[in-house]
């Protein structure tokens, strides 16, 4: 390979990871294994300066910035850290350190938050801004979402600068991270695959109020600005600290390389007690005249750098590998491994991923293997001892039909996962629908839990959704664990559920790719089942947000008989099968042609369901303000760049109460409409 194609692969690669970790929140390698790629791909440039490309991925420092904030430029850049993995290129800093400063110096050590990064601005003692780190230059004003995070003061306690910034990290402790991917499995969610993404992700929710339920958490660790009260940045610390801000006790004057190690030593085990995730440790020179006059690099400060911890490994026998069918008929290949110890829990089982992962390790039955526990919930093989493998086992290789019903598996284009596509009979997969028809957002249906849905499942009590208005209270309370109680609750849950809306029959279904947003679109579209069931392809995608994969999707569904005969037992059943009279009334013409941006938050509705109703109301809602922009549908906390721009080209703002005026809807909402902007 030439050195052309070299750099070119490495680019490509790093650019798949940047896009796992920035876009999809799902990396498949981990920090230590892209950092090491990304310094590979750094020295070929600088040996190479011919092949310079300036939207090499060495040349930006990752984005976060999406659609629907305001953007704000940094007064100050946000800089990264440059990293290092071994105590020989920790002490590596401290002499260039020396070096560049010539006299004494001190190091503030502190640890390295495993969040998302933010920069407040407080004018007065107030909260002013709240912004991403974006591109470093510029970032996303979240200022909304970042008031509901309990443990920034709105407010400042004495005497401060009038104007400053403080950065920190903001972070979703593991506990409610838990919480929260239990609550997403139950809702056949994707899960969040640690804490970071939880935090990043929740931070860029379009609605704050989702966002403060959330109970995240943030960490000041550094202050900038033109009057610091303080000549050195762990005073300033603890001035922060002193005004109502959450700053580390783990934070610490080193007046030498000992005191770091010392203060590394202590916090790579200690750190596994603590409520939030970090991965490192943060080394600082104290004296900010000192950071002044060692200066930045193009990418990081020179008075810095950042330790990262390694991601826990051990090396344990695979055994051998099994295959799980998840409630999509996704198979999940599972490595069964002696006991090993890794991060304080003993590990027999490790995630393998996919195919391509098993294939690229070249895994045989009896290998060693190295299991890693990084900040991801499940532990994951790295790679295979080679030097170990001394008697071959066999070859370990993906299944080609389903351990739980026989069927061939399927693998859909572009997609890692192999599927069985026998949705309707495998064992797995038909629980996994009920549990899906019964849930909250579905058809609402308490008393039938994962374990009793299996129970009656095994009893020949249900054999598919429709079963469950079969159910009767004889036989329910019969069951072991099921009192008679709990079988009337059962029951009464079900009548009610036959006023579940269509809409959420709809979703309840189950028909793959139909969220709770598309099933909705659907309903809407079509108005009742007899509709959507005889609805063409190009109907279909003619839907808005309806494309290719969906409509594939919904015309399989109702191609098959099984399906066709479930409906018909759960409309036999009093299920709603239509759209409720009042949404079928063709809501009016009252925003005809208008473009309409909506903005902040509101009382009655949420953003969505306003998105909805303008299109209702035969009006479209368009994303930033323009010329063209009929109006502003602005709610609490608007966005001030969106007002600055809509009071510039004269564009009305107007407020929900207004709106639902407008449109007709009744509100009462002078009494507690809380907006501060009018
Ligand atoms: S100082 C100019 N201190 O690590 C240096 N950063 O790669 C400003 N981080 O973007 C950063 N804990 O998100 C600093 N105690 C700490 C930190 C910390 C976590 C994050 C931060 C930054 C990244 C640097």
């Given at each position: 390979m030439t050195v052309a194609d070299k750099i070119e692969s490495l680019r490509r690669e790093l650019e798949q990871h940047n896009y796992n970790y920035y876009?999809?929140?799902?990396?498949?390698?981990?920090d230590f294994e892209f950092d090491a790629k990304l310094s590979e791909l750094q020295k070929l440039e600088e040996e190479h300066?011919?092949?310079?490309?300036?939207?090499?991925?060495?040349?930006?420092?990752g984005s976060d910035i999406s659609d629907g904030f305001n953007q704000v430029a940094h007064v100050y850049p946000m800089l990264s850290l440059g990293n290092t993995y071994s105590e020989g290129e920790v002490q590596d800093f401290y002499e260039r350190v020396r070096k560049g400063l010539n006299e004494d110096f001190e190091l503030v050590c502190e640890l390295k938050y495993d969040g998302t990064s933010i920069s407040l601005t407080y004018e007065n003692g107030s909260l002013l801004r709240a912004v991403t780190r974006?591109?470093?230059e510029k970032g996303d004003d979240v200022t909304a979402n970042v008031k509901?995070?309990?443990?920034?003061?709105l407010r400042l306690n004495?005497?401060?600068?009038?104007k400053f910034e403080i950065r920190g990290e903001i972070l979703m402790p593991w506990a409610v991270f838990d919480e929260l991917n239990r609550e997403r499995e139950s809702q056949e969610e994707t899960l969040f695959a640690n804490p970071r993404n939880a935090a990043s992700g929740t931070l860029k929710l379009q609605n704050p109020a989702i966002v403060a339920t959330r109970k995240l958490d943030a960490y000041l660790y550094y202050m900038l600005g033109e009057?610091?009260?303080?000549?050195k940045h762990y005073d300033n610390l603890m001035a922060a600290r002193s005004w109502g801000f959450k700053v580390s006790d783990a934070t610490r004057v080193c007046k030498s390389l000992n005191e770091v190690f010392e203060f590394i030593q202590y916090w790579?085990?200690?750190?596994?007690?603590?409520?939030v995730a970090t991965d490192g440790i943060v080394i600082k020179v104290n004296s900010l005249l000192q950071q002044k006059n060692l200066g930045f690099t193009a990418k990081s400060p020179r008075w810095a750098i950042a330790y990262k911890f390694q991601a826990e490994k051990a090396v344990t026998r695979l055994n051998s590998v099994s295959f799980q069918v998840g409630r999509t008929g996704a198979v999940t290949p599972v490595a069964n491994l002696d006991p090993v110890q890794l991060s304080g829990t003993t590990v027999k089982r490790a995630s393998l991923h996919n195919a391509d992962i098993i294939a690229a390790l070249d895994l045989h039955i009896g290998d060693m293997v190295y299991v890693e526990k990084g900040g991801e919930i499940i532990p994951k093989i790295t790679a295979v001892?080679?030097?170990?493998?001394?008697l071959v086992g066999d070859k370990v290789h993906f299944i080609k039909?389903?351990?739980?019903?026989g069927s061939e598996l399927v693998r859909f284009e572009s997609e890692a996962a192999h599927y069985c596509p026998n949705d309707n009979a495998c064992p797995p997969q038909i629980k996994g629908k009920m549990e899906h028809f019964v849930s909250r957002k579905a058809m609402?249906?308490?008393?039938?839990g994962s374990e009793t849905i299996a129970l009656l499942y095994e009893n020949n009590?249900?054999?598919?959704?429709?079963?469950i208005y079969e159910l009767k209270i004889p036989e329910l309370s019969r069951l072991?664990?099921?009192?008679s109680k709990s079988a009337q609750n059962i029951k009464i849950s079900c009548e009610k559920s036959?006023?579940?809306p269509f809409e959420r029959v709809v979703f309840a279904l189950?028909?793959?790719?139909?969220?709770e947003t598309v099933a909705k679109k659907l309903a809407y579209a079509f108005t009742n089942i007899e509709a959507l069931e005889t609805a063409t392809y190009d109907q279909l995608i003619?839907?808005?947000?309806?494309?290719d994969r969906i409509a594939q999707s919904v015309i399989k569904y109702f191609a098959d008989e099984r399906n066709v005969e479930l409906i018909t037992r759960l409309k036999n059943y009093g299920l709603k099968m239509a759209l409720a009279e009042e949404k079928l009334q063709?809501?009016?013409?009252?925003?005809?042609?208008m473009a309409i941006v909506i903005s902040g938050t509101f009382q009655h509705h949420s953003r969505d369901e306003y998105k909805t109703i303008i299109e209702k109301h035969g009006g479209k809602n368009t994303g930033s303000v323009s010329?063209?922009?009929?109006f502003v549908l602005a709610g609490d906390n608007m966005g001030p760049e969106k007002m600055k721009k809509a009071e510039s080209l004269g564009v009305k703002l107007m407020t929900e109460s207004e709106f639902l005026s407008l449109i007709g809807e009744k509100n009462n909402d002078e009494a507690h409409f809380t907006g501060t902007l009018f």
């Open positions: 876009v999809l929140s799902q990396p498949s390698i981990t300066p011919e092949f310079f490309d300036p939207n090499s991925p060495t040349q930006r420092v974006g591109d470093g509901t995070i309990r443990s920034i003061p004495g005497s401060f600068p009038s009057q610091l009260p303080c000549e790579d085990t200690e750190r596994k007690n603590l409520p001892d080679m030097d170990a493998r001394i039909n389903c351990p739980e019903c609402n249906i308490e008393g039938l009590l249900l054999r598919n959704v429709a079963d072991e664990r099921l009192g036959r006023e579940v189950g028909i793959r790719f139909v969220g003619a839907v808005d947000e309806i494309g063709a809501a009016g013409d009252a925003l005809k042609g010329a063209k922009t009929s």
